[in-house]
C-alpha cells in the first residue's frame, strides 16, 4: 500500500548505461552554420542568405544533378561499396592507383577514421596548431587521444618552427590545412617541405586540402602536397567534393596515400558509408571542367568584393585562397553575428576556433555580398 502511494519513480541505477568515458564527457559538439530555415523560422522573415559554410554559391554542377537524379532510380539497391567508378576516375584524373584511394562520407569522415584507424588512446598524439579546423582536435578527443595545439604567428599563420618543435616518437599523426580554415592562409612549398623533413617516421602528415581547386586557381605559386608522396609514403592528402564541386549535402571526399595506409582505413571504415548518388554526382562533377571554370571565377571576384567591403569598414580582412574570408572585428563578435541575423545573414562565429573576436564570411552571389556588406554596416554603426 505504501509503495502505491509513492509516486516517486525509483531511478537509482537508470543512469548507469548513459555514463560514458572521461574523455567523451568532455567533449564539445561540433556547432555547424546555422540553416537558413532556422533563422526564417525563429525571425519570420523570408530571403535569408547564407554566409556561413564555406558552400558554393553556385550550386553543383548541371551534370552532377542529372547524375545524381539518375542514379535515384536505382536506390533501392545498396551502393557499390568499393565506389568503384569514381576511384577508377580520381586515378585517371590525378594518375594514381586507385588502390590508393578511400572515399568517404565527406573529408570530415576520413579525418575521424584516420584516428581510429592509427592511433593508441594513451600512447600516440595527434600535432596541429590553433585555429586550425576543429575535427582534428575533436577526431583526436572522440578516441581518447591526446592532442597538441602549438602557437601561431600574429598573422594567425602556422608557425612552422612551433609545430615541428611539438613533434616527439609519441606523435602518431600530424594534422595540417593547405589552405586553413577557418584563417584561409596557407603554406609556402619551404614550409610544407619542412613539415614533410622533420615529421617523426611513424607518423602520418596527413595535409587536408578540401579547398585545394580554389588556391590552385587563386594562385599560380600554391604548393599541392600530392607531387610529394611518391618520395614520402607517410604523406595522405584529403579533399572534397563539398566546397568546389557544390556537393555538400550529398557527403562525399577522398583520401590519397599510400596503399598500405588506404588497406588498413579501409578495415575501420563502415559498409556502404557513401550513397550510390553522391558516387554518381562526383564522377560527373569531375567531367564538368565549364562549371569549376565559372565556380572559380566566381570565387576571385568574389573574394576581391568581399575584402574590398569589409575593408573599407574599417574591418581587417585575411588573406584567403578558399572560398571564404575571415574577419577580425577588433571586439567580441557575438554580438555582432547576432546583429548581423536580425538582418537577414547569416555568417560563423569563430570562438569555438579560439578566435572570439572574428568572424569568418563564406562567399555568395554579387548581390548577397553587397547586401551583406550593407548589414556589417549598419550593424557597426549600431
Known amino acids: 500500500m505504501a509503495r502505491d502511494q509513492d509516486q516517486t519513480p525509483d531511478l537509482r541505477g537508470l543512469h548507469g548505461p548513459f555514463e560514458v568515458p572521461e574523455h567523451v564527457e568532455r567533449l564539445e559538439p561540433y556547432q555547424p552554420g546555422k540553416p537558413i530555415e ?3 523560422r525563429e525571425l519570420g522573415i523570408a530571403g535569408a542568405v547564407k554566409m556561413a559554410s564555406n558552400e558554393n554559391p553556385l550550386g553543383p554542377s548541371p551534370r552532377a544533378m542529372d547524375a545524381a537524379r539518375r542514379a535515384l532510380s536505382d536506390s533501392y539497391l545498396y551502393p557499390d561499396a568499393t565506389c568503384f567508378a569514381l576511384r577508377r576516375a580520381l586515378a585517371d584524373r ?13 573529408s570530415n569522415e576520413l579525418i575521424y ?25 575533436l577526431s ?16 594567425l599563420r602556422c608557425d612552422v618552427d612551433a609545430l615541428c618543435a611539438a613533434f616527439t616518437p609519441r606523435t602518431r599523426i600530424v594534422f595540417i590545412a593547405n589552405p586553413n580554415n577557418p584563417t584561409g592562409a596557407h603554406l609556402t612549398r619551404a614550409e610544407l617541405e619542412q613539415i614533410f623533413e622533420r615529421a617523426p617516421a611513424r607518423a602520418l602528415v596527413i595535409v587536408d586540402e578540401a579547398y585545394h581547386e580554389y588556391a590552385a586557381a587563386l594562385d599560380p605559386d600554391y604548393a599541392a602536397s600530392l607531387p610529394y608522396r611518391s618520395a614520402r609514403p607517410a604523406v595522405v592528402v584529403l579533399r572534397t567534393f563539398s566546397k568546389i564541386y557544390g556537393l555538400a549535402g550529398l557527403r562525399i571526399g577522398y583520401a590519397l596515400c599510400d596503399r598500405r595506409a588506404a588497406r588498413r582505413i579501409n578495415q575501420a571504415r563502415r559498409p556502404f558509408n557513401v550513397g550510390s548518388v553522391a558516387q554518381a554526382a562526383a ?4 567531367d564538368d571542367e565549364a562549371h569549376l571554370a565559372r565556380t572559380c571565377e566566381a570565387a576571385r571576384d568574389g573574394l576581391a568584393a568581399l575584402a574590398r567591403g569589409f575593408a573599407g569598414l574599417g574591418l581587417t580582412v585575411l588573406p584567403s585562397l578558399g572560398n571564404f574570408v575571415l ?24 570562438a569555438a576556433w579560439g578566435l572570439p573576436q572574428h ?19 549598419a550593424v557597426l554603426r549600431a
Open 38 to 40: 532556422e533563422l526564417e
Open 140 to 155: 583526436a578527443r572522440t578516441q581518447g587521444v591526446d592532442v597538441i595545439e602549438t602557437p601561431v604567428g600574429p598573422d
Open 359 to 377: 568572424l569568418r564570411v563564406s562567399l555568395a552571389m554579387p548581390p548577397d555580398i553587397a547586401r551583406a556588406v550593407e548589414a556589417m554596416s
Open 94 to 106: 590525378l594518375e594514381v592507383d586507385p588502390d590508393e584511394i578511400v572515399v568517404g562520407g565527406g
Open 283 to 286: 564522377v560527373a562533377a569531375l
Open 327 to 350: 574577419l577580425g572585428l577588433g571586439r567580441d563578435a557575438d554580438a555582432v553575428y547576432r546583429g548581423l541575423l536580425q538582418r537577414g545573414i547569416i555568417t560563423r562565429p569563430m
Open 113 to 137: 577514421l584516420a584516428v581510429r584507424t592509427f592511433c593508441t588512446p594513451g600512447s600516440d598524439t595527434v600535432v596541429t596548431h590553433r585555429h586550425a579546423f576543429v575535427s582534428y582536435v
